[in-house]
């Protein structure tokens, strides 16, 4: 149990320390160019908030009774 909690805060520091971005970025230039980059993370940011608002909108609506 204990390793477990120890994997969980590591996990969780790993991916939330955002070491991924420079990966991210370097696997976008080898495609495209900053401009592409922006015009590619912009798209998918406005995508997610438009999908959620409503998903979230739905959820209040239904409550717990569907999704036990």
């Given at each position: 149990?204990?390793?477990?909690?120890r994997?969980?805060?590591?996990i969780g520091t790993l991916r939330n320390s955002w070491f991924w971005l420079g990966v991210?970025?370097?696997?976008?230039?080898?495609i495209t160019n900053y401009?592409?980059?922006?015009?590619?993370e912009s798209t998918l940011f406005f995508t997610a908030i438009?999908?959620?608002v409503p998903t979230g909108?739905?959820?209040d609506m239904?409550?717990?009774r569907i999704s036990k």
């Open positions: 149990m204990d390793r477990n909690i994997l969980a805060y590591v991210w970025i370097l696997f976008y230039l080898s401009a592409g980059i922006g015009i590619v438009i999908l959620e909108a739905i959820a239904l409550g717990k």
